[in-house]
Each structure stands twice: as structure tokens, then as C-alpha cells.
């Protein structure tokens, strides 16, 4: 079965619909009917959650990054609500095509690219592209009547939790003269992007980074650029964790006030993953033995670090964790995963009630990059993915089956 595989859990146990945060009666019939560990997502938050960045930013088309969560339950319930997608691989582009989204509907953002990835993005229908080097655009000339290519801008957030301007995207002031080189090769510069980083606590970098993107096209279109018709403002829209997130209403008002300014004409894309995703996930793990030492009991779960917790590593996350069960009194704990692996420690630093094997811990929060991070590392395998609330029409594309 392939790792891209989804069980859609079509009626829940004790409802007509789960209801997130989820009652312990249906987490545990979860269990017994797929087994642990387990990675909810909830398709009625992942519509819930366009939806509300919709009405947010009105007249911005949403292109929701699949790299946190690319699954294909996610893609199916975005499809049905006429949601548009961000694609960064070949694998991606297999993902929405089999799942039969409109290729019209899709960009591809990734600024360094083989050849093979440009051309399998071309032959789903693909145009637009990212490029941000004068070696990236060189790769478009064989390609020029079929494409047209954005300049990523690199805007950088000091705040933002994860930098995604250090690895990628040319200084503003090189735009000018990556606009010569485009022209003198035939390759058509659509627009400008960028994306200010991951986890962004305020949009102060967006409005800056629209603010001179606006600047930057006017003094493009002046100096006879007249095509640059696109601005791609990118994510970084933060979600909770173990500290709530601003509103994404009050987050996205001044974002709409630097967009009402920008030169006449432009079509405006975002690119939000973590927002949608990350509340969309609930990861059930089961305790499979423990031990006191040194004062604390140790809860060795059958998830950890290596597998649906890997976003406190390469994301730098910290997830609300807690138990299922309720009763008795609290004692200082430590909670890790099952690998023979001395970093595999979720957290060392809680209190719960006295676990005992196959009582079951419950992550919340935890949709983006964490199932897309995990591996089998010890052979331990990871979270099988389970779809909740999901519509009829979402079945289309969607393969049943256990991860």
C-alpha cells in the first residue's frame, strides 16, 4: 500500500460527526477498529480553516502548500470546495493529479528545479513557476512558450520560527537585473513572490514585503516590464500550539490594507500549509510499558520523535500533549517514543496520572509536519492516518488503505 494512503472513517463511533477535541469514547473505538498509533485528520477543520483564511484575505486565491500534510484525504476535501494547491515535486504534482484536481488551479513554488521536474509539472498543465537565480532561468528558455515564471524575493522575518529566506529567494535589489536577463532569453516574468518564514507570531514582514514588492513592479511595469501581473505573498499565517496564535483575522488586516495599495491589476496567490493543517491533526499514541527512575515516571509510548513527534525536531514545535484518562493523582513524567534511540523524548517535563501500558496520550495541534516527517526508524512503523468527517464527494481519488 502506498506511504501517501489514507483509511477514511466514514461513521464515527458515537456521533454522526466527530467533534474536535475529540471525547475519549470515540478515540478509543478509533483504536480498537485501525489500531495505534494513530494521526487524525479532521477534513471539516481542513474546510473549516480555508474557508475562515478566505474570508480573511477576500480576493486572494488560496494555494494550500501540500508539504506539511500531503495527503490525499486533505487534497479531496479542499477539492471539494473548490480549493487551489502549491506544488513543490513530482510527487506532489501525482498527488492532486490523481486525486483529479485542475491542473489551472495548481502553481509550482519551487524556486531550484531539474529539468524533469519542470517537465512533469508542464505535462499535467502547470504554467507558473518560481525561479529566484539567473541559472533557474535558464532552465525556462527550452520552455518558454509554456511557462511563465515568478521572481522569488527573499524577505526575511526575524520572528518567524522557521527562516525560509536563507535557503532560497534573490535580494530585492537584484530583481532588476534578473528582469533584463529574463527578457534578453525570452523567459516571461509574470510576477513576484516571497514567503517571510514559518510560524510568523505578526504579519509586520508581510506588509513590509508587499509594501516593496508594490515598489518593485511599479518601477517594473515603468521600465517596460508591462507582464508582471502576479503578486504571490507566500504563508507563514501561524497557528496555536501550546500558546495561542494571533487571530487570523486581526493577523490578516493589516496584510489587506498593504494589498488594497499595490499597482491596479494584480492578481494576488497565497501560499498557507501550517495554518489549515496543523489543527487538523490529532496523533493517539498507546503507552507500551514504564519505568520510575530517578523520581519520574517514564512513559514509553508507541509514537515518538522518529515518527508523528519529528516536527518538534525539524519544526521546532512543541505540541500540547495529554493523557486520555483523567483519574487519580498527577506525578512528575516523562513521555518517549519507542525507539532504542536516547533522543526520542517527546517531553521531559510533565505531570500525569499514573499511565500504565495501553492507556492511551493524545497530541493535539499536530496536522503539519509531522506525518510528513516521520519514518520506520527501529522498524517501528508510523501513525496509519486516519480521515474523520469526511464528505461523499471527498472519496474521489482517495486511496483506502492503511499507511
Not at 511557462?147 to 527562516?163: I, K, P, Y
Request: charged fraction near 25%.
Amino acid at each position: 500500500m502506498p506511504k501517501s494512503a489514507t483509511v477514511l472513517h466514514r461513521e464515527p463511533p458515537s456521533a454522526a460527526r466527530l467533534v474536535a477535541p475529540y471525547d475519549r469514547a470515540a478515540i478509543e473505538a478509533l483504536v480498537a477498529r485501525y489500531g495505534s498509533p494513530l494521526l487524525l485528520v479532521d477534513c471539516d477543520v481542513i474546510r473549516d480553516r480555508y474557508r475562515r483564511l478566505q474570508a480573511a484575505l477576500p480576493g486572494v486565491e488560496l494555494h494550500y502548500a501540500l508539504k506539511p500534510l500531503p495527503d490525499a484525504a486533505v487534497v479531496a476535501a479542499l477539492k471539494g470546495i473548490g480549493g487551489r494547491f502549491d506544488l513543490a515535486s513530482g510527487g506532489e504534482v501525482e498527488l492532486v493529479r490523481a486525486a483529479g484536481v485542475p491542473p489551472e488551479h495548481c502553481i509550482h513554488t519551487h524556486p531550484i528545479k531539474r529539468d524533469v521536474d519542470i517537465r512533469e509539472a508542464l505535462r499535467y498543465g502547470v504554467r507558473t513557476f518560481v525561479a529566484d537565480n539567473v541559472d533557474e532561468l535558464g532552465k525556462f528558455v527550452r520552455h518558454r512558450r509554456r511557462a511563465g515564471v515568478m521572481l522569488r524575493v527573499a524577505f526575511s522575518a526575524e520572528d518567524a520560527v522557521v527562516d525560509l529566506s536563507r535557503k532560497f529567494g534573490c535580494e530585492p535589489e537584484a530583481v532588476p537585473e534578473l528582469l533584463s536577463v529574463a527578457r534578453r532569453l525570452g523567459v516571461e516574468i509574470t510576477g513576484l513572490s516571497f514567503h517571510v518564514g514559518s510560524q510568523t507570531p505578526t504579519p509586520a514582514m508581510h506588509v513590509r514585503a508587499i509594501e516593496a514588492c508594490g515598489r518593485m513592479i511599479a518601477a517594473a511595469r515603468a521600465a517596460g516590464h508591462g507582464a508582471l501581473s502576479i503578486l504571490d505573498i507566500g504563508g507563514g499565517f501561524p497557528a496555536d500550539y501550546r500558546e495561542p496564535a494571533m487571530p487570523i483575522e486581526a493577523f490578516c488586516a493589516p496584510i489587506r490594507a498593504a494589498l488594497a495599495a499595490l499597482p491596479p491589476g494584480l492578481r494576488v496567490l497565497a501560499e498557507p500549509g501550517r495554518y489549515i493543517a496543523a489543527p487538523a491533526g490529532t496523533a493517539v499514541a498507546t503507552v507500551m510499558g514504564r519505568a520510575l527512575r530517578d523520581g519520574r515516571w517514564w512513559f514509553y509510548l508507541d509514537d515518538g520523535l522518529y515518527g508523528s513527534y519529528s516536527g518538534q525536531l525539524f519544526d521546532h514545535m512543541r505540541y500540547p500533549v495529554a493523557a486520555l484518562r483523567t483519574d487519580g493523582p498527577r506525578v512528575p513524567a516523562v513521555l518517549t517514543g519507542p525507539t532504542c534511540d536516547s533522543i526520542d523524548v517527546i517531553d521531559d517535563n510533565l505531570e500525569l496520572p499514573l499511565l500504565e501500558a495501553g492507556d492511551l496520550v493524545v497530541g493535539r495541534e499536530m496536522g503539519a509536519y509531522t506525518a510528513a516527517c516521520a519514518t520506520d526508524f527501529n522498524f517501528f512503523r508510523r501513525a496509519r492516518v486516519v480521515a474523520v468527517n469526511v464528505e461523499a464527494d471527498d472519496a474521489n481519488g482517495v486511496t483506502v488503505g492503511a499507511r
